[in-house]
């Protein structure tokens, strides 16, 4: 699990092994008491599963609609190199490498 701090909180991971290690982790922004159930999911790579670099926020929440206060990726598959990510609004995202579907 990632450590938090004083400005956020990392929790429900979803981690695919590989080269590299791919993680989406929640993240919780700690600067409004009382509002710490916001999140958006963030992507981070390990090149051994225990040392993370976080590379910033892949999916979160719509301003004015009812995902608002947040979003996570609940679900990551990797058929055959590409990855099918699912949220927890039931938006899905796929990432495939160039020339996965030809």
Same mark, same amino acid.
């Given at each position: /699990? *990632? ?5 956020s909180?990392f929790n429900? #991971?979803?981690? @695919? &092994?590989?080269?590299?290690w791919? /993680?989406? !982790?929640?993240r919780h922004? *700690?600067?409004v ?5 916001? /999140? +958006?999911? %963030?992507?981070?790579? +390990? &090149?051994?599963?225990l040392? %993370?670099? *976080?590379h910033?926020d892949? @999916?979160?929440?719509? =301003?004015?609609?009812?995902? =608002? $206060?947040?979003? $996570?990726?609940t &679900? !990551? @598959?990797? #058929?055959?190199?590409? !990855? *099918?990510?699912?949220? +927890?609004?039931c ?8 020339? &996965?579907? +030809?």
């Open positions: /699990m *990632l450590p938090g701090d004083e400005t909180a429900d #991971p979803v981690v @695919l &092994a590989g080269d590299p791919r /993680m989406w !982790v929640c922004p *700690l600067d008491v009382g509002a710490e159930d916001r /999140m +958006s999911t %963030w992507y981070a790579t +390990s &090149a051994d599963g040392t %993370w670099q *976080l910033g892949v @999916l979160s929440g719509r =301003a004015g609609r009812w995902d =608002a $206060r947040g979003a $996570r990726v &679900a !990551v @598959l990797d #058929p055959d190199g590409c !990855v *099918l990510i699912v949220g +927890s609004e938006r899905v995202l796929t990432v495939c490498p160039p020339g &996965a579907w +030809s």
